[in-house]
């Protein structure tokens, strides 16, 4: 079956450290999604990215989606406090648009 | 206002019973989906529902049920057949409009069982 993997799977950082977490699809997605939790909390829409390629800023993140549509990655430039949380990837493959698939998630912490 | 609630928020339940926890939406979304995420992991599908009166098995759909009566209301049964159903469930809706469909989490319910 399909499979969405992300790593690294924990990541902590000094506050003021960029922060990068990756995201392999085994199979082509329509479109990526990246979605944060906050400890105990529940996953919240981020962002949204469809075409090859394409790169979107949200202040200090970055999101890109590759040209191949099976990966992404989502950069935090100078990480604060408040960035602390699961990042996941998600997204519906070309085969079956009804079906989300997420990622395995990254865990970040950030040290101040 | 409008979004997605769950009940309860936390569930205990005894070896060998049924459970069912509940997700409603007053959001207007066609499909509903169930998830569910053990510690320090991604999220799992269980269910998932795109109209009224149809779902469909997820990854996991062994030992869950659901219905989906109402297009506000997707339960989800968690029944004795599951045999390590301790976990954080979480209910979710979306609308595709316009070629983009995003994810409303509901707060989730923690199942322990005892």
């Known amino acids: 079956g399909q499979q969405v993997m992300q790593i690294p799977q924990y990541q902590h950082v000094q506050e003021g450290e960029d922060f990068t977490t990756y995201c392999n699809s085994s199979?082509?997605?329509?479109?990526i999604q990246w979605y944060k939790q906050r400890p105990g909390g529940h996953p919240v829409f981020l962002i949204q990215?469809?075409?090859?390629?394409e790169v979107k800023k949200q202040k200090r993140l970055t999101f890109q989606f590759g040209e191949a549509k099976k990966n992404s990655s989502l950069h935090i430039t100078a990480t604060q406090t408040t960035d602390v949380g699961t990042y996941f990837c998600a997204g519906p493959s070309i085969y079956n648009f009804n079906k989300f698939y997420f990622g395995s998630g990254t865990k970040l912490n950030v040290k101040p | 206002d409008g979004g997605i609630t769950q009940s309860p928020k936390y569930l205990f339940r005894k070896e060998g019973q049924n459970v069912t926890l509940s997700c409603e939406q007053n959001?207007?979304?066609?499909?509903m989906y169930w998830y569910r995420q053990d510690p320090g992991q991604g999220l799992r599908l269980i269910y998932y529902s795109q109209i009224v009166n149809d779902f469909q098995k997820g990854d996991i759909a062994e030992g869950y049920s659901v219905s989906r009566e109402k297009k506000e209301s997707f339960p989800l049964t968690v029944t004795s057949a599951q045999k390590n159903p301790t976990a954080f469930y979480l209910c979710a809706s979306s609308m595709r409009q316009g070629g983009q469909e995003t994810q409303y989490f509901g707060p989730g319910t923690r199942l322990l069982v005892l």
């Open positions: 199979t082509t997605l329509s479109n």
């Open positions: 959001l207007n979304h066609d499909a």
């Open positions: 990215l469809v075409k090859s390629g």
